[in-house]
């Protein structure tokens, strides 16, 4: 494992898992929503972001964290490991309102300063419609993949069973 996807829904542990097994691993660690979102939630430009995660993915090792669909592939071609947290709606629910609560009026640290945690509709909407509309496309793409490790966790015990044999 030199270069890791990590993937899931918004409140699935994507960046509490990418950052802990940089620790294990000793692999660099890059959270896509830190690179793309700037103070004010200003995203990054469309060519910019493209140039970016094309540099950052031919890197010798990395563990890169986020979906971002559009430069998804760029990704999956250089990663030698995926990880899929396919959890249910209500548990990554759970998991967004508890990363709302713990970081209420503060900053993520897989984010930029000035881009305090927010909880809107939209992205409730987004978690919520991520297990029937999202997952079942990247379930597919994953299961044709060939040359690859493919993690795939359905729930947080699985990931848990899995990385305590890892460390």
């Known amino acids: 494992m030199k270069r890791i996807m990590v993937v899931g829904s918004g409140g699935s542990g994507k960046s509490t898992l990418t950052k802990e097994l940089g620790k294990v691993l000793d692999i660099p660690i890059y959270h896509l929503d830190y690179y793309y979102w700037h103070p004010g939630w200003i995203p990054t430009p469309r060519e910019e ?12 090792t990395w563990i890169i964290d986020g979906n971002f669909n559009r430069t998804m592939n760029l990704r999956l071609d250089k990663a030698d490991t995926v990880i899929f947290l396919d959890y249910s709606r ?3 629910l759970y998991g967004v309102i508890k990363r709302k609560l713990l970081y209420h ?6 984010l930029h300063e000035g881009c305090p945690e927010r909880l809107d509709w939209e992205f409730i909407r987004w978690v919520w419609k991520f297990e029937k509309e999202q997952a079942p496309k990247l379930r597919s793409k994953f299961n044709r993949i060939e040359g690859k490790q493919i993690y795939h966790f359905r729930n947080r ?6 990385y305590n044999n890892l460390s």
Do not use: H, Y
């Open 49 to 60: 972001w493209n140039e970016f995660v094309i540099e950052l993915a031919a890197q010798p």
């Open 90 to 92: 209500w548990s990554c």
């Open 105 to 110: 009026g503060k900053t993520r640290p897989d």
């Open 157 to 162: 015990k699985q990931l848990q069973n899995w």
